[in-house]
């Protein structure tokens, strides 16, 4: 069974570009969500999917970060404009059915904002 | 709110000496625990889980963690390491409140001396 997969696993753009990422996850599973890690610091959830729908965007930093996850199956988070802070590992993690589960996470990818 | 503290920011041990990580949270129901590993190039993986029962879990590569209620601790061990150990660990809690998102310790780095 295929794990999760991101793509690109890195992404070098200037500040003020716009940066696409996608997800794919597990076959099968319905919850799919994103976190983050900025140079250092811990892993920080951004939001989480259920199929198609935003179950929880709490952790999305602010309103240039845009997740999407249509059809219930890949997702894909856009950073438009990019700034320098935003600069960091992605990953993407899936998990199914319901309640508190074991997520498995894909191999991020490393975005770097000049 | 929840939060999860690795007391250790990097660890550098002999091989076949003994490992302690120590983790604690903050988070006064029921959780789920884990702690993630991430070795040079990959991506981060499952390293052992706590959703309920015996509180000492044992995972794999010979590692094992003890669930300490009382002191909101789940603390990371190894009886003797070896250089493939060297890896960036991370602790993580996941709220039976929150059925979305894993709270991520800030890591703590392992480095084996050969």
């Known amino acids: 069974e295929a794990g999760v997969t991101q793509f690109p696993s890195h992404s070098v753009i200037e500040k003020g570009q716009t940066v696409t990422l996608r997800c794919d996850p597990i076959s099968g599973h319905d919850n799919l969500y994103w976190y983050r890690r900025v140079m250092g610091k811990e892993i920080k959830f951004l939001l989480h999917f259920v199929k198609e729908s935003k179950q929880d965007e709490s952790g999305m930093p602010n309103n240039r970060f845009l997740a999407e996850r249509t059809g219930g199956t890949y997702s894909t988070l856009k950073v438009q404009p990019a700034e320098l802070e935003d600069s960091g590992v992605y990953f993407c993690?899936?998990?199914?059915?319901?309640?508190?589960?074991?997520?498995?996470f894909g191999p991020g990818t490393r975005l770097t904002v000049l | 709110a929840q939060s999860v503290s690795q007391h250790n920011h990097h660890v550098i041990l002999s091989e076949a000496a003994s490992l302690e990580l120590g983790c604690n949270y903050s988070y006064g129901g029921t959780v789920n625990l884990f702690w993630y590993v991430q070795y040079p190039g990959q991506h981060l993986q499952l390293l052992l889980k706590y959703f309920s029962g015996d509180p000492l879990v044992k995972g794999i590569k010979g590692f094992e963690a003890e669930f300490i209620k009382s002191k909101f601790s789940f603390n990371l061990r190894k009886p003797s390491v070896q250089w493939s150990d060297t890896a960036e660990y991370f602790c993580?809690?996941?709220?039976?409140?929150?059925?979305?998102?894993?709270?991520f310790g800030s890591g703590t780095r392992l480095s084996i001396r050969p």
């Open positions: 993580a809690v996941l709220a039976y409140s929150s059925a979305s998102k894993i709270i």
């Open positions: 993690a899936s998990s199914q059915g319901t309640g508190p589960l074991e997520q498995f």
